[in-house]
């Protein structure tokens, strides 16, 4: 393995809805990537990622640095983000609706809303790629169940 990521689960239950953050610390040890790592099981509604680039072990994380979080079962992609290292971020994220053949569907007066939550049920991966040796950060997935 060309790094470690370290998962801390927190969760809490509040309004009737339990929130879990894990928080990933990521250090690239003797590449640029880290391979697809398992990061825990989670079911429900991805609310919230937040990044901190300059956190952790190692230097502040290359501002060409990618993240991608899978299903560990399919490796089907959930949620890429390529600005990991451009500095501190928080946000939520919507993944674009398709039509019947799998096409995304475009913003216009005739669909006005084509953004909708991610949910995801199982076991997730967590890769990196495009790092220099030796860096790290802090990333953090808030999952709310429905």
Do not use: C, H, W
């Not at 929130?19 to 610390?25: D, G």
């Amino acid at each position: 393995m060309a790094g470690t990521i370290t998962a801390t689960k927190f969760s809490s239950k509040g309004r009737g809805k339990k929130v879990t953050r894990v928080n990933l610390a990521l250090l690239v040890t003797s590449s640029t990537t880290i391979a697809a790592a398992p990061i825990g099981s989670y079911f429900g509604k991805l609310v919230a990622v937040l990044i901190d680039p300059v956190a952790g072990a190692g230097t502040t994380m290359d501002t060409a640095a990618d993240i991608l979080l899978t299903d560990a079962l399919t490796g089907a992609p959930i949620l890429s983000d390529l600005s990991v290292g451009t500095g501190a971020s928080a946000y939520r994220p919507t993944q674009v609706i398709t039509d019947n053949a799998g096409v995304a569907v475009s913003a216009a007066a005739s669909a006005v809303d084509v953004n909708r939550d991610i949910y995801v049920a199982g076991n997730l991966n967590l890769a990196i790629a495009n790092a220099v040796n030796g860096d790290s950060a802090l990333i953090s997935f808030v999952f709310e169940e429905v």
